[in-house]
C-alpha cells in the first residue's frame, strides 16, 4: 500500500447538532453533508473530553488527556509522551500543523507560539507550523515556526489554504497535516456574508463561523482532487468538545454542554472520508479521538512501541474495512470532578470518588440521559462501576508520570496566562494595537504594575 496522506481536522466547539446532516434547524453545512455521505459518518464519535486541550492531547498521544499532563484546558502535554507525529516522522513522513495549538501551557486569546517555546509544535515531531497558541479569528497574527505573520480574511480558509500548500510542496513524500480552526470558539466574528440570514446576531457571528468552515472543508476536498491526490488522502473530521449555550440546537436535544461529560459535551460530529480505500457508511458504533493514533499506527503497520503504554484508544480499522469491530475496553473519559464509562449502548456517569452516587443510562434508549438505571440492572451497575473505579486509579498513576521510563514528570507544568509571562513582555506594545487583543489592555497594565513592585 502506498502510505496515504493523513489530514487531521478539527472544528473548536462545534456541537454535535451543529451540521446540516444531524438536522440543525438553519446551519447549512453542504460541505461537510458531502463528506459526510462519501466517507464514514460516525454518529457516536466522542470528544475524549468536554473541553479544549485535553481533546487535542488525546489525539496526538492515543490516551485518556489526564495520563499526559493535561487535565484541563491550558495545560502543556507532557514532553514525555509519544506522538502520533513523532510516529509518523519515524515513517517519512512530512508532518504539519495549521491552526490552534493549546497544548503548550499557554492560556489567554491566541497569540503567536514563540521561536524558543519549550512546548511549541515541534517539540512533538511537527517538522513545520503555522499556529497560535490558543483560539484565533479574522484576520490572525499567525508564527511560522516561530516567525510572525499576519494574514488577512476568515482564519479557517487561510489555515486550509497553507495546508494545502504544504501538500503540494511535500508532494514526494506523504504528508500528515493537523489542522485545528480557531472557530467556532469565540470571539465569534464571522464574514458578512457567512453570518447573513441569521437573523440574531450573535448567533449569526456564531453559525456563521461554522458556515466558514463548511466552506473550508469544501476549499480542502476541491483542493486535494485539484492535486490529484484526493484517491490516495485520509481526512479524519471532529470537533475537540461539545457544543455552547449561545445556540440551543448546538447538541441536538442531548444533554449537558461543552465542560460536561454528559453526552451534549463530549458527542461531537465526526466523519472519515478516504475515496480511493473506504466506502461510505453511516455508524453508531462507539468510538473517539483517542482511536485516531492507534487506527492510523494499524493501518500503516507502525512499530507497536509507537505509542506508549497504558493505552486508552483502540483500531478503528475493521471499521475502515466496512466491518463492524469490537472494543475489548469500556471508553474511558476522567474530567474535573466526573468520570463516565461507555460500553456500547451504555454509559456510566458519576463522581470520581467511591461511595457517591453513579448513574447508568442506555443511551439508545435514551439518548438524553434521563433515567438511570442503577436499580435496574444493578449487575451490569456493579461491573461498570468497578472498572470505572479501576480506571480512576490507573488514571491517577499515570498522571504523576509511572507510564513513563523515569517514572516521574520531568518538566515542570505550566499553565499560564500569556500577558503574565515575560516572555511575551517585549510584543505588549504591538499586540494592543490589535482589535484581538484590545481587550487585554487592563490586565496588561496590572501585571506590568505587579512586576515593577516585586523587583
Ligand atoms: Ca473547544
Redesign the pocket.
Known sequence: MESPNIILVMA??QGWGQVGYNGHPTLKTPHLDAMAEAGIRLDRFYAAGP??SPTRASVLTGRTHVRTGVPDHGNNLCLQEKTLPQALQEAGYSTALFGKWHLNGVRGAGVPILEDDPNHPGKYGFDEWLSVTNYFDLNPLMSRSGAFEEFEGDSSNIVVAEALKFMEREKENPTLAVIWYGSP?GPQIALPEDRAGFEDDSLGNHLGEIVGIDRSIGLLRKGLRELGIEDNTLIWYCS??GGLKTDPDACGGLRGL?GSLFEGGIRVPGIIEWPGRIKPMVTDFPASTMDIMPTLVDLLDLPKDSQLEVRDGESLLTLLGGGVPQRAHPIPFYYGSQAALIDGDFKLIGPKKKGEAWRLYNLKDDPSEGRDLSSELPELFSKMRAQALATVDSIEASAVGEDYPEGRIIQKTRRAQWYQMKEYAPYFEMFLQRPEYARYKERIAKSKKSKKAAK
Open positions: 473548536d466547539d473541553v479544549c470558539h475537540d468538545n461543552k
